[in-house]
């Protein structure tokens, strides 16, 4: 993970300043976290666990030396999300680990929608490099890289995604268009109870992503008003039809008669188009983007962190001590090196 920060921060170096910044969503952590004690023996995990858990997060990833900038759902965020109903009230877990990640050195902020389209946006609009997540749909929103959540059991070895590499790839071919007919096709988050299109898996989406379907798509929702969205839908909507049913331009496997009639009459729902395609961002009706300037490398605050142990974990002055040297201290020393390494960069400049 660290070398792969330097080689993001320093010669891939995205925003001329020498530190890569990675983007993450912070609801996700915190679901995470409380998964794991979702049990009757939460009450043997010892003081306050979930917050216990999310401290080793925010360890490991300091130890890459990334800045980390962390983005809470907003009030405006989808009412409905994997068919399930959105609680809007801020998750109990969200106050405890603003002050974990400002102790850590870390910065946070929470979007006007949804997490996942704001951090898509921040790296489309080049203002943090990476996003961490193990969700692929950040790719329908028009995020350009993503890590891969990471590996407990392979903690040093992260992939990294692009659009570019993905849309280059002969066999895949997929850009912003095509993600989105993908998600529509075979499922995403805004799903009402029926998951995309019965009986299509990705092997047929691919297929007619490759066609162009997804494209078209794409650019009749940027373009087209929503009354006149319906109209291009119906006959959008034969094409895959007569595509699916005669396999005319060779991309799919075979040909699907009976998948081409189930195509019901409402497909795509206008809703969920524009969901993921004009998402509520910082950048929605006429908004600013976060002062991303001041998202520059810094090392924990140690005695206000120590303090925080003992008082939410219950940890000695021996077992933070024992605690940090095993998981800060390598992190703080390399994140040191980094930052003069930056600031002799920027010396260079003037």
Same mark, same amino acid.
């Given at each position: 993970?660290?070398?792969?920060?330097?080689?993001?921060? %320093?010669?891939?170096?995205?925003?001329?300043?020498?530190?890569?910044?990675?983007? &993450?969503? *912070?609801? &996700?952590?915190?679901?995470?976290?409380?998964?794991?004690?979702?049990?009757?023996?939460?009450?043997?995990?010892?003081?306050?666990?979930? #917050?216990?858990?999310?401290?080793?997060?925010?360890?490991?990833?300091? *130890?890459?030396?990334?800045?980390?900038?962390?983005?809470?759902?907003?009030?405006?965020?989808?009412?409905?999300?994997?068919?399930?109903?959105?609680?809007?009230?801020?998750?109990?877990?969200?106050?405890?680990?603003?002050?974990?990640? *400002?102790?850590?050195?870390?910065?946070?902020?929470?979007?006007?929608?949804?997490?996942?389209?704001?951090?898509?946006?921040?790296?489309?609009?080049?203002?943090? =490099?990476?996003?961490?997540?193990?969700?692929?749909?950040?790719?329908?929103? +028009? *995020?350009?890289?993503?890590?891969?959540?990471?590996?407990?059991?392979?903690?040093?070895?992260?992939?990294?995604?692009?659009?570019?590499?993905?849309?280059?790839?002969?066999?895949?071919?997929?850009?912003?268009?095509?993600?989105?007919?993908?998600?529509?096709?075979?499922?995403?988050?805004? =799903?009402?109870?029926?998951?995309?299109?019965?009986?299509?898996?990705?092997?047929?989406?691919?297929?007619?992503?490759?066609?162009?379907?997804?494209?078209?798509?794409?650019?009749?929702?940027?373009?087209?008003?929503?009354?006149? #969205?319906? =109209?291009?839908?119906?006959?959008?909507?034969?094409?895959?039809?007569?595509?699916?049913?005669?396999?005319?331009?060779?991309?799919?496997?075979?040909?699907?008669?009976?998948?081409?009639?189930?195509?019901?009459? =409402?497909?795509?729902?206008?809703?969920?188009? %524009?969901?993921? &395609?004009?998402?509520?961002?910082?950048?929605?009706?006429?908004?600013?983007?976060?002062?991303?300037?001041?998202?520059?490398?810094?090392?924990?605050?140690?005695?206000?962190? /120590?303090?925080?142990? /003992?008082?939410?974990? +219950?940890?000695?002055?021996?077992?933070?001590?024992?605690?940090?040297?095993?998981?800060?201290?390598?992190?703080?020393?390399?994140?040191?090196?980094?930052?003069?390494?930056?600031?002799?960069?920027?010396?260079?400049?003037?």
């Amino acid at each position: 993970f660290p070398p792969a920060c330097i080689e993001e921060g %320093f010669r891939a170096n995205r925003r001329n300043t020498g530190v890569v910044v990675i983007g &993450v969503d *912070a609801s &996700v952590w915190m679901v995470q976290c409380q998964a794991v004690f979702w049990n009757p023996r939460h009450a043997q995990a010892g003081q306050n666990p979930e #917050l216990r858990t999310l401290f080793y997060k925010l360890a490991h990833l300091g *130890a890459s030396g990334a800045v980390a900038v962390f983005v809470f759902d907003g009030a405006k965020r989808p009412s409905v999300k994997r068919n399930t109903k959105v609680i809007k009230k801020p998750h109990w877990l969200t106050a405890e680990f603003q002050k974990m990640i *400002a102790l850590f050195g870390f910065y946070s902020y929470t979007a006007e929608g949804e997490a996942e389209a704001e951090l898509a946006a921040l790296n489309r609009f080049r203002l943090i =490099d990476l996003i961490l997540t193990s969700d692929n749909d950040v790719f329908v929103f +028009g *995020a350009t890289h993503m890590i891969r959540g990471l590996n407990k059991d392979a903690p040093d070895e992260i992939k990294i995604y692009t659009s570019k590499a993905i849309e280059d790839k002969p066999s895949l071919g997929i850009k912003l268009g095509g993600f989105l007919l993908i998600v529509l096709l075979c499922g995403g988050d805004y =799903d009402t109870p029926q998951v995309g299109l019965q009986k299509c898996g990705i092997k047929i989406a691919l297929g007619l992503v490759r066609c162009g379907f997804g494209d078209t798509l794409l650019a009749a929702a940027q373009t087209l008003s929503r009354e006149a #969205l319906p =109209d291009f839908f119906a006959t959008w909507r034969e094409e895959i039809r007569s595509e699916l049913a005669t396999n005319s331009r060779g991309y799919l496997p075979g040909k699907y008669r009976a998948l081409a009639g189930s195509i019901p009459s =409402d497909f795509p729902d206008i809703n969920i188009v %524009f969901l993921y &395609v004009q998402p509520v961002t910082s950048w929605s009706n006429g908004g600013t983007a976060p002062d991303s300037s001041k998202w520059i490398g810094r090392v924990p605050e140690l005695p206000g962190l /120590a303090l925080y142990c /003992a008082t939410k974990f +219950g940890w000695t002055s021996v077992e933070i001590n024992s605690k940090f040297k095993k998981l800060l201290f390598d992190g703080i020393y390399f994140r040191r090196l980094l930052m003069v390494s930056v600031s002799r960069l920027h010396a260079q400049r003037i």
